[in-house]
């Protein structure tokens, strides 16, 4: 392996893309950080995800969505002292 610089790619933004959080369309740019890892970014929030995050999150979701489906996971008890009824306003006890 030879130390070689190589020209940065140039950015580019992807027609059609919406941004995940921020919902903009054709505000995603996408260009190659210094790992030579494929990253995409918006130029209207900030919001930068590499393509390795990206297929992450996706099975994460993927996952999710298979817990949800056999009903493992669910919850339906209620958490300890959290009440399905509160009165608010009648705090009166100072
Ligand atoms: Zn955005």
Do not use: W
Not at 12 to 29: L, Y
Not at 33 to 41: K, L
């Amino acid at each position: 392996m030879t130390e070689y610089q190589a020209p940065k790619p140039p950015r580019r933004f992807i027609a059609g893309t919406v941004c995940p959080k921020c919902s903009k369309m054709d505000t995603t740019q996408m260009y190659q950080n210094d790992s030579g890892d494929d990253v995409r970014e918006c130029v209207a929030c900030g919001f930068v995800q590499t393509f390795a995050q990206q297929e992450l999150e996706d099975s994460a979701k993927a996952a999710e969505l298979a817990t949800r489906v056999s009903g493992l996971g669910e919850k339906t008890v209620l958490d300890e002292g959290e009440k399905p009824l509160r009165i608010i306003g009648l705090d009166d006890d100072h």
